[in-house]
């Protein structure tokens, strides 16, 4: 049996709370992904066009975020790598961006995921996607907040992994 990591980047405990149920069905390790700089509250003002995920948004070449660590340990243990994050206007949060680019996923098979107040899921699972230069990637699957166990597990079950 090959091991299974979850991986993912929340802001404010939505996707971890998604991350750690999923983690602890499929009895997989965890991994957070953590900014270097760590966001602030004012960060987030997505209202102030001076906060920093405006700043973000309006200019592409400001999302490449640094991470804490951007490697997981022994990385090239795990075959399954599921990924989630929430959406940022409309799309997977950059913050997951430096580690889809900067990691192998040759012989992964990977489940992207997300959690959005309303947005779907739109092009978000390709976008990463394209980021990469392997693996065998399933479909994306997007949460509402606060989902209940029974979809989670449905989920999970759903992937045949
Ligand atoms: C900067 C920013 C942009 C967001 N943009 C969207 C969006 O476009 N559509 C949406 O439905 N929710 C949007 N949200 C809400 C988040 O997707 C939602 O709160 C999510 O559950 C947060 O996940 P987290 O707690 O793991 O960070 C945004 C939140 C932030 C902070």
């Known amino acids: 049996m090959g091991k299974t990591l979850v991986v993912y980047y929340s802001a404010t405990g939505q996707t971890e709370r998604v991350a750690k149920i999923a983690a602890e069905k499929l009895g997989a390790d ?95 699972d390709k976008l990463l996607h394209e980021m990469t230069s392997s693996g065998d990637w399933k479909d994306g699957y997007r949460f509402a907040m606060d989902p209940s166990e029974e979809e989670i597990d449905s989920w999970l079950k759903g992937l045949g992994l």
């Open 30 to 124: 965890l991994f957070e992904l953590q900014p270097a700089t760590p966001y602030s509250e004012a960060d987030f003002d997505w209202t102030d066009l001076e906060s920093r995920v405006s700043k973000e948004h309006n200019d592409e070449s400001l999302r490449d975020i640094d991470l804490v660590q951007e490697t997981p340990e022994n990385w090239d243990e795990y075959d399954t790598v599921l990924i989630g994050c929430p959406i940022w206007y409309g799309i997977f949060a950059w913050p997951v961006n430096r580690f889809m680019k900067i990691n192998s996923f040759a012989d992964k098979t990977v489940v992207p995921f997300c959690v959005s107040h309303s947005s779907p899921l739109g092009d978000s």
